[in-house]
C-alpha cells in the first residue's frame, strides 16, 4: 500500500496562485504515473493532470492547459501542481494520485489509477 498525503490547498482570489505538493514515501515513487484529479461539490471525479515516471510526458485537461503545470522530483518522491491565473470555477477537492502499472505512459482515466491521497480543499473567491 502506498500512502499519498496532499498539501497546499487554501483560499485564495481569482486570478491567484497556489502550489499543491503530494508526498509519496517509499522506494517505488519513481516507477508510478502519477496524476492529479479533482471533484467540486455535485460533480463527478475528474482529470486534471498527469506526468510519466520519468517525467518526458505529461497530459493536462483542456480546462487547466496553460494556466496548471506538473511536475515532479523523484528524489523528493513528491509531485506538484502549480496553479496560476486561478478561477472560481477551479474550487474543488483535489486528488493526487499514482498508478503502478503504466510503465512510461501517462495516464489520465481515474479507473486506472491505483493508489490515492485524502485529498487537499481549493477555493477560489470572485
Known amino acids: 500500500q502506498v500512502q499519498l498525503v496532499e498539501s497546499g490547498g487554501g483560499l485564495v482570489p481569482a486570478g491567484g496562485s497556489l502550489r499543491l505538493s503530494c508526498a509519496a514515501p517509499?522506494?517505488?515513487?519513481?516507477?508510478?504515473?502519477m496524476g492529479w484529479f479533482r471533484q467540486a461539490p455535485g460533480k463527478e471525479r475528474e482529470f486534471v493532470a498527469a506526468?510519466?515516471?520519468?517525467?518526458?510526458?505529461?497530459a493536462y485537461a483542456d480546462s487547466v492547459k496553460g494556466r496548471f503545470t506538473i511536475s515532479r522530483s523523484n528524489p523528493k518522491n513528491t509531485v506538484y501542481l502549480q496553479m496560476n491565473s486561478l478561477k472560481p470555477e477551479d474550487t474543488a477537492v483535489y486528488f493526487c494520485?499514482?498508478?503502478?502499472?503504466?510503465?512510461?505512459?501517462?495516464?489520465?482515466?481515474?479507473?486506472?489509477?491505483?493508489?490515492w491521497g485524502q485529498g487537499t480543499q481549493v477555493t477560489v473567491s470572485s
Open positions: 506526468i510519466s515516471r520519468n517525467a518526458y510526458s505529461t
Open positions: 494520485a499514482a498508478d503502478r502499472s503504466s510503465g512510461i505512459a501517462v495516464i489520465t482515466s481515474d479507473y486506472d489509477y491505483d493508489y
Open positions: 517509499g522506494p517505488t515513487f519513481s516507477s508510478y504515473c
